[in-house]
């Protein structure tokens, strides 16, 4: 379970975020959506103590998150975040590895069980053909996966994901969130792509200007007379076989140039 109550955050002076809540039950997919700049990614880096709130509480389970010492922390969740491009040479399976060293303890190697979880990552991701590729020699995408990969091998219960479908193609942007979706974690997702929100996640927080809009299952907050405003999107609904989905059109301009004259 991962709680955030009451959440407020400055970078210096400036306010990006107020008085936000969220709750991802356990074993629920819970998708953070919201307009570039609004504090999504550093709402999400406020779950995993990466940023400190200049007021509230996170809880992961029963404990408040900044009580976990660094060692336990990535016990409990794994993250995958916006990285920057890293040149580091070290094979695709080193990198996944790494997601098992929270769980070996100092000086040890890793044990067989260790190698074995880092390759079932990697089957389950697609890329066990490319452990032994130099790391920095892969496309966005299979780094994005490989990433992704890292944070399986982890076994933590929580999963933070900050925009993982970025830099993957439709099948694989479906495909990893299927993945996630099937391993029943306790997930936030950053999501741009509202439907994909709309097909993977249980439940949804709409973030603008760092405070939250909306928030609930999923079918309640992806209404056109929430997302027009907060998007300046047309927005039409559908189901298809049964699941909702979203057209955009731009706002006439004309129109929304009058309203605001008015
Ligand atoms: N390190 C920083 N120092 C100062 N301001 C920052 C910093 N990081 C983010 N901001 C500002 O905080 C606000 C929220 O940024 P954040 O990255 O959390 O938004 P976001 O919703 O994730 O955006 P996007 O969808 O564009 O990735 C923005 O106005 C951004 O310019």
Do not use: W
Not at 53 to 73: A, C, F, H, W, Y
Not at 114 to 142: N, P, Q, W
Not at 241 to 247: A, D, I, N
Not at 252 to 259: F, H, I, N, Q, T
């Amino acid at each position: 379970m991962i709680r955030a109550t009451n959440v407020s955050f400055a970078y210096d002076e400036a306010q990006v975020l107020s008085g936000v809540d969220l709750h991802a039950a356990s074993g629920k997919m819970v998708g953070l959506i919201g307009p570039n700049g609004s504090g999504k990614s550093t709402l999400l880096r406020t779950l995993y103590a990466a940023l400190r709130p200049k007021t509230g509480r996170i809880q992961i389970g029963e404990d408040v998150v900044s009580s976990l010492s660094p060692r336990e922390l990535p016990k409990r969740v794994a993250v995958v975040a916006q990285e920057p491009s890293s040149e580091a040479v070290m094979s695709v399976a080193d990198m996944v590895l790494l997601g098992r060293s929270p769980h070996r303890s100092s000086f040890h190697s890793y044990s067989a069980e260790d190698y074995e979880i880092a390759a079932d990552a990697l089957r389950k991701v697609g890329l066990r053909h490319m452990a032994d590729r130099r790391f920095h020699t892969m496309s966005g995408g299979e780094k994005q996966r490989a990433f992704i990969a890292r944070a399986l091998a982890q076994q933590a219960e929580q999963l933070l994901l900050d925009e993982p479908t970025n830099h993957l193609d439709i099948h694989y942007q479906h495909d990893i969130l299927q993945l996630v979706r099937s391993l029943r974690k306790t997930t936030v997702v950053v999501l741009h792509d509202l439907n994909l929100a709309a097909r993977y996640c249980d439940e949804l927080v709409l973030l603008n200007h760092g405070k939250v809009v909306s928030s609930g299952p999923t079918a309640e907050v992806l209404v056109p007379e929430v997302i027009e405003p907060v998007y300046r999107m047309k927005v039409t609904t559908l189901y298809d076989e049964g699941r909702l989905q979203l057209v955009f059109r731009p706002l006439d301009r004309a129109v929304s140039v009058d309203k605001a004259l008015v």
